[in-house]
């Protein structure tokens, strides 16, 4: 069961600083080409366009001059379905467990119609994630949308138990028109399946072959910097490629209800040439257990890291 908490509005902003050393456990998985080389680790799995409504412009004219990933501020914590007369709807109550199964969905807005225009947010008109209720088989996918407004996530094999999808929107029109929305519906997958422990904290991690460590001391509720640095081989790495307008994506989820939050870097984009440091703006609603899931590409290769981070 998912308890809902207090909308808290999502941010990125600009303040890069001087961290002090902060414990975090990163399990790490790497994708190819956008396919996870884990069942139920689908981090980056973009579908193909639909030539009417999913189009995906490198920018979008509303956020020129803006910071990767400033030109739309989600706000709430993603566990309610509708919000300011926008919902997410789904006949898919239950999915498949063990394949590729797709999964359905519609955002109508206050009139009760199909939204069929959206702005687009780091590239895309649709940001879809899974996440289990253990925090495990985290999935980023990029739907498609039909012309009568509804979208399919294919998505990769799920292991029994509880999940929850979420849809992070902006409407390009109507009154919700430039507000970022991020609304989920639960799922349940049949089956026999046992809930995994979130790892314990530690301050590096090794994936794929580099090793990232994290600086920061975010507080509940408060924006604090948090600095990522990627090493490979005891040096510094400066050829990380551009992932969604961005040298990395960075989104969390609570442990307990998957309260959602998402985070950008506040580092200037300026071709394959980012890294060895990134730096974030920490906003996380909550205390507790947070598990994020940090994207970063190289050589054309996306590869994921699973943070756990203690917010006090």
Same mark, same amino acid.
Request: hydrophobic content about 40%; proline content about 7%; aromatic content about 8%.
């Given at each position: 069961?998912?308890?809902?908490?207090?909308?808290?509005?999502?941010?990125?902003?600009?303040?890069?600083?001087?961290?002090?050393?902060?414990?975090?456990?990163?399990?790490?998985?790497?994708?190819? !080409?956008?396919?996870?080389?884990?069942?139920?680790?689908?981090? @980056?799995?973009?579908?193909?366009?639909?030539?009417?409504?999913?189009?995906?412009?490198?920018?979008?004219?509303?956020? #020129?001059?803006?910071?990767?990933?400033?030109?739309?501020?989600?706000?709430?914590?993603? =566990?309610?379905?509708? #919000?300011?007369?926008?919902?997410?709807?789904?006949?898919?109550?239950?999915?498949?467990?063990?394949?590729?199964?797709?999964?359905?969905?519609?955002?109508?807005?206050?009139?009760?119609?199909?939204?069929? &225009?959206?702005?687009?947010?780091?590239?895309?008109?649709?940001?879809?994630?899974?996440?289990?209720?253990?925090?495990?088989?985290?999935?980023?996918?990029?739907?498609?949308?039909?012309?009568?407004?509804?979208?399919? &996530?294919?998505?990769?094999?799920?292991?029994?138990?509880?999940?929850?999808?979420?849809?992070?929107?902006?409407?390009?029109?109507?009154? @919700? #028109?430039?507000?970022?929305?991020?609304?989920?519906? @639960?799922?349940?997958?049949?089956?026999? !399946?046992?809930?995994?422990?979130?790892?314990?904290?530690?301050?590096?991690?090794?994936?794929?072959?580099?090793?990232?460590?994290?600086?920061?001391?975010?507080?509940?509720?408060?924006?604090?910097?948090?600095?990522?640095?990627?090493?490979?081989?005891?040096?510094?790495?400066?050829?990380?490629?551009?992932?969604?307008?961005?040298?990395?994506?960075?989104?969390?989820?609570?442990?307990?209800?998957?309260?959602?939050?998402?985070?950008?870097?506040?580092?200037?984009?300026?071709?394959?040439?980012?890294?060895?440091?990134?730096?974030?703006?920490?906003?996380?609603?909550?205390?507790?257990?947070?598990? =994020?899931?940090?994207?970063?590409?190289?050589?054309? #290769?996306?590869?994921?890291?699973?943070?756990?981070?203690?917010?006090?």
């Amino acid at each position: 069961m998912f308890t809902a908490r207090p909308a808290v509005r999502r941010r990125a902003l600009a303040a890069p600083g001087t961290a002090v050393a902060l414990a975090l456990v990163l399990a790490a998985c790497g994708s190819s !080409g956008g396919s996870s080389s884990m069942p139920g680790m689908d981090h @980056g799995a973009t579908a193909s366009t639909s030539p009417t409504s999913n189009a995906s412009p490198s920018k979008d004219s509303s956020s #020129k001059g803006q910071m990767p990933g400033m030109d739309h501020m989600a706000g709430g914590n993603g =566990l309610a379905s509708a #919000k300011d007369g926008y919902r997410l709807t789904s006949r898919n109550a239950s999915l498949v467990a063990g394949k590729r199964t797709p999964y359905r969905f519609t955002v109508t807005g206050p009139d009760a119609k199909p939204v069929t &225009a959206f702005a687009v947010d780091q590239t895309k008109r649709m940001h879809f994630y899974a996440i289990r209720s253990d925090l495990t088989g985290f999935q980023h996918l990029h739907p498609t949308m039909a012309a009568d407004g509804t979208w399919t &996530a294919d998505l990769s094999e799920l292991t029994p138990g509880s999940w929850r999808m979420f849809a992070s929107f902006t409407p390009a029109g109507g009154a @919700g #028109k430039g507000t970022a929305f991020v609304l989920s519906r @639960g799922v349940t997958v049949p089956g026999s !399946g046992r809930q995994a422990p979130v790892p314990a904290a530690a301050t590096t991690a090794r994936v794929d072959g580099y090793t990232v460590t994290v600086q920061g001391r975010p507080m509940a509720g408060m924006s604090h910097p948090l600095t990522v640095s990627v090493t490979k081989a005891g040096r510094p790495v400066t050829t990380l490629q551009p992932y969604l307008d961005t040298y990395a994506h960075l989104t969390a989820f609570h442990e307990g209800d998957t309260a959602f939050a998402h985070l950008h870097p506040t580092t200037h984009v300026d071709g394959d040439h980012g890294g060895p440091k990134l730096a974030f703006d920490a906003r996380l609603p909550a205390a507790g257990s947070w598990r =994020l899931f940090l994207q970063f590409r190289t050589g054309g #290769k996306l590869h994921t890291a699973a943070l756990t981070l203690e917010v006090g």
